[in-house]
């Protein structure tokens, strides 16, 4: 089995967890978008989750791939430098990393947009890597 994802960076994230940014790391959009409106849950979500990061661990690691691109590095840099487009320059996407150090991210919209989806973008870049 491959490890994608990080228990140690997952668990970093539940930290701050209320906004759900563990939840968008380990492929759950939806729920990350309702524990950021709701504060996890008024709490009790987010409280939860401290057990359950080990399977959504597990359920990441099988539903993504694996490569040169690495979704820990990937995710570290959108969750804290994500305005600059440090993420998007990681990937190899220098235009849209460019526009998002000279607009704040697209004035925000294209953070979230990518909060909902990185992991996708680099497992789509790490299969297209491992066709080559």
Known sequence: M???HSKLIGYLLWIFGFTGAHRFYYGKPVT???WFFTLGLLGIGWLIDLFLIPSMDREADLRFTAGETDYTVGWLLLTFL??????RMYMGKWI???LYLCTFGFCLIGVLYDFW????????????AQQR
């Not at 994500?82 to 993420?87: K, M, P, R, S």
């Not at 990185?118 to 297209?128: G, T």
């Open 117 to 128: 989806t990185l992991n996708d973008q680099i497992s789509m870049r790490n299969r297209e």
């Open 32 to 34: 990350g978008t309702i």
């Open 96 to 98: 849209t990393g460019i």
């Open 82 to 87: 994500g305005v600059f487009g440090l993420h």
């Open 2 to 4: 491959q490890d994608t």
